[in-house]
């Protein structure tokens, strides 16, 4: 149990699906992430939400959406994905964004495979 | 932006052997993390570092924060077969930067 929980872990959709990967935190942190991991690439940084609002997007295309409704959840919500959007989401939550000395904290990541 | 090498991009070791492996950056950094990654799990944090030349340990994990703060060690000994995944260093240079993290590097043990 690592204090932040992610649902599904494994989802399979088409590419003209609507789904939705959720994350919860139960550390206390106010910042949320998303992070993509693609075999043979390093981690990459997606989303960064610091008390609800986002501070930090990486150049990742529309049909990836993030939602924070609070700062115990955080979901990216997805649409006509491609299948090279095939990979490992990774939710992580700290305490401060950014902050020197903060340590992130991540879920055990949803798969997701587009067909 | 900053980057981060990390090496050796894999090991293949005996069990009971002591591994090795280290992160630099083209920049100075104020902290230094080590996660390690099971197959099909999320990173879990080894050790954080936030201080120059500090030197920490984790059961039989050890990790430095190099002087320069350019660099970090991560030495496992007496390795066992769970050890086997993948260890990523991440630092952080300035307040306000976010982590940035190395390309891993992937343990595999004999037993």
């Known amino acids: 149990e690592t204090g932040v929980t992610q649902t599904p872990r494994h989802l399979v959709m088409g590419m003209t699906n609507k789904k939705s990967l959720k994350c919860e935190q139960h550390l206390g942190h106010n910042a949320m992430y998303w992070y993509k991991q693609s075999a043979k690439k390093p981690l990459e940084l997606m989303f960064v939400y610091s008390l609800e609002e986002r501070v930090e997007n990486n150049s990742v295309p529309s049909r990836f959406s993030p939602e924070c409704p609070n700062s115990s959840h955080l979901f990216l919500h997805l649409h006509t994905l491609q299948p090279e959007d095939s990979a490992l989401y990774l939710c992580a939550s700290s305490q401060g964004a950014g902050s020197s000395g903060n340590t992130i904290y991540f879920g055990e990541g949803s798969w997701l495979t587009v067909v | 932006g900053q980057q981060l090498n990390q090496s050796p991009q894999s090991m293949f070791i005996q069990e009971g052997e002591d591994v090795s492996m280290n992160c630099t950056s083209s920049?100075?950094?104020?902290?230094w993390l080590w996660y390690k990654q099971d197959p099909g799990e999320g990173p879990v944090l080894l050790i954080a570092l936030y201080k120059a030349g500090e030197l920490t340990s984790n059961g039989r994990l050890t990790a430095q924060f190099g002087i320069t703060r350019k660099d970090s060690f991560l030495n496992i000994s007496a390795s066992i077969p769970s050890d086997v995944g993948i260890y990523f260093c991440?630092?952080?240079?300035?307040?306000?930067?976010?982590?940035?993290f190395g390309g891993g590097t992937r343990l595999m043990v004999k037993p």
């Open positions: 920049s100075i950094f104020n902290t």
């Open positions: 991440a630092g952080r240079g300035n307040a306000g930067n976010m982590l940035t």
